[in-house]
């Protein structure tokens, strides 16, 4: 069945630098990948998405990129600030609007 | 809109006790998720709805989890009976059906605790 790998499950930077996190998919007929942020005891929402017709997206100091052929794509944050720390999660979206989550990544940023 | 809105926030219940998780999604939209969530398997969906109808329950773990959406404005996930292997926060999102996938709005979630 489909699945997403997400990788790192955890994650810890000095504040300043640059955060990836990456992911691969299984099911080829998936054409949306967003990307959602979970502070602790919060729900999670929606920080940016990218769509298969495109191969790379930028949002201030996110970033997404997109690999169709390798089937994996990445979230890039730079110049990290402490606000930054949250648990992170990579979706792909198959036809009939089913969303598959990865496992998600904790994100820890430094001050 | 009040967005998703879940009740209730918090349930903790003895095992053996039946469980009812409500949910109301945003009006307008017609597709509905219900992801279970625990620190060692993420965000795990179990069960979506389109206009009412269940699309795909694979991800419901056994028989005991069953849900249901009577109307465009509501729906259960009930466990019977509930283990403590069941505790996690619950999560209900809903969606615009556009024709494409799009964002997924999701509820305040359900602290469940099965003792």
């Known amino acids: 069945g489909e699945n997403v790998e997400q990788h790192p499950s955890t994650l810890s930077v000095q504040e300043g630098d640059s955060a990836v996190i990456k992911c691969t998919y299984s099911?080829?007929?998936?054409?949306?990948f967003p990307w959602y942020k979970q502070e602790l005891g919060k729900r999670p929402q929606l920080i940016i998405d990218?769509?298969?017709?495109?191969g790379e997206k930028k949002d201030q100091r996110i970033a997404v990129t997109l690999n169709k052929t390798a089937k994996h794509f990445s979230l890039h944050i730079t110049e990290t600030q402490p606000e930054d720390s949250a648990v992170y999660f990579c979706?792909?979206?198959?036809?009939?609007?089913?969303?598959?989550f990865g496992a998600g990544t904790r994100l820890f940023v430094k001050a | 809109d009040a967005g998703v809105i879940q009740s209730p926030r918090h349930e903790v219940t003895e095992m053996g006790q039946e469980v009812t998780l409500r949910c109301k999604p945003i009006?307008?939209?017609?597709?509905l998720f219900w992801y279970r969530q625990t620190m060692m398997r993420g965000l795990e969906l179990l069960i979506y709805?389109?206009?009412?109808?269940?699309?795909?329950d694979s991800g419901m773990p056994e028989d005991r989890f069953s849900a249901k959406m009577p109307n465009a404005s509501f729906s259960t996930l009930k466990i019977q009976p509930s283990e403590p292997r069941d505790s996690a926060v619950y999560f209900c999102?809903?969606?615009?059906?556009?024709?494409?996938?799009?964002?997924?709005?999701f509820g305040q979630g359900t602290r469940l605790t099965v003792v």
């Open positions: 999102a809903s969606t615009p059906t556009t024709g494409v996938n799009t964002e997924a709005f």
């Open positions: 990218i769509r298969s017709n495109v």
């Open positions: 979706a792909a979206g198959t036809g009939g609007f089913k969303t598959i």
């Open positions: 099911d080829s007929a998936s054409n949306y």
């Open positions: 009006s307008g939209h017609n597709s």
């Open positions: 709805f389109n206009n009412n109808v269940p699309i795909d």
